[in-house]
């Protein structure tokens, strides 16, 4: 039998017997005495600072000090339901990156939080389970360490450093050039609406006629009204609308579900299972619902054509490709990735957003078609 899981069994019958007030027992003795093994051995390689602040760590442990107590409490433990599929345990990120113990005038221990996986593989069912656990270590122990250490544990885990943040790691997340062409982009979007609403609504209020349509075009006042209006045009495809809006939500309606399967779930072998239920074709095969959206710009388009055609007026070549190319532009992306990716990373949990979030990304472009009738 591997040691990984003489480990497992040593970890679950610890836990039940192990308490935090009087002498250790179960599972943190066993802890302690993993952490006196690293700290004794002075050839594996971990730092002197390190290896000095797991034996401060290791007093604390044993005297119960609170400090101590937090960081050993934010630490993954080996969670319940593996078998069905939560292979993800976060431990407590804020509750380690708070800790800050002050040794001496000179030398205090923060909490580090780092989140890191190791696989096991389970050959009875011929599969390979993917562990994803948080550790919080001192701050003065690098990745390499905290690898080094879960070693002594049987468990070769790897820890990317942009996956480790400390309390003061927050006070180096400073915008860039990205973020800030995102803020100046946006603001200066804001401005101009702000600035042709007001004057929207200064017509408004005096009754004065508009000089240049131009000055009320990203007015709110003005588009909301053409939003909301409900109006019969005879030069409409309404059957189009319902199939848009069919579509939309049959969209929606995908995405709720499918964006589970990128995060930590309790059942998460239980995905093939429903993927292969009859009952879920319908959620399954929404991505054919973007399909309609294509096929609706293509008959739009030659409807647009066909309609200026009838009426005997100019087709002027180069402003249909203008006018497609702007209304195509992928602006959501840009959208997306300065006022989401970018500054959403800087103020959110940043271990857990390159770790569920940034990575989710990375599986395909975001496509985003905006399809309407235009007989100007």
Partial sequence: ?????????????????????????????????????????????????????????????ETNRFWALQMFDATSKLPSGIGTGNTADLGSFEECIEVNQRIDSSNSLRGRYCFGETSMNLKEINATITLKLASCLPDSCSTADASTIY????????????????????????????????VVFFGIFALVIAASTTYD???????????????????????????IAIENNAKQITCMNGIRVISTMWIILDHRYSVQFYFPLWNNFYKETWTRSAGNMFMINAQMAVDTFFLLSGILVTYVYLWSAEKSTSFHIFKFYLHRFLRCLDANRSCLRHAVFQINSRFGRRNRFHSHVAQTIRIGPTLVEHDSLTTD
Avoid: W
């Fill in 1 to 61: 039998m591997r040691f990984e899981y003489v480990f497992v069994v040593i970890f679950v019958s610890g836990v039940l017997n192990s308490k935090v007030s009087g002498e250790p027992s179960g599972y943190l003795k066993y802890v302690l005495d993993i952490l006196g093994d690293v700290v004794q051995n002075e050839t594996n390689g971990i730092g002197i600072k390190c290896r000095r602040h797991l034996d401060y760590y290791q007093t604390g442990l």
């Fill in 151 to 182: 070693k002594y544990f049987g468990l070769n885990i790897s820890f990317p450093e942009n996956l480790c943040q400390t309390f003061a790691d927050r006070d180096k997340l400073r915008f860039g050039i990205s973020e800030y062409c995102g």
């Fill in 201 to 227: 609504i200064y017509l408004y209020t005096t009754e004065s006629q508009v000089k240049h349509q131009a000055l009320v075009a990203f007015s709110i006042l003005k588009n909301g009204k053409k939003l």
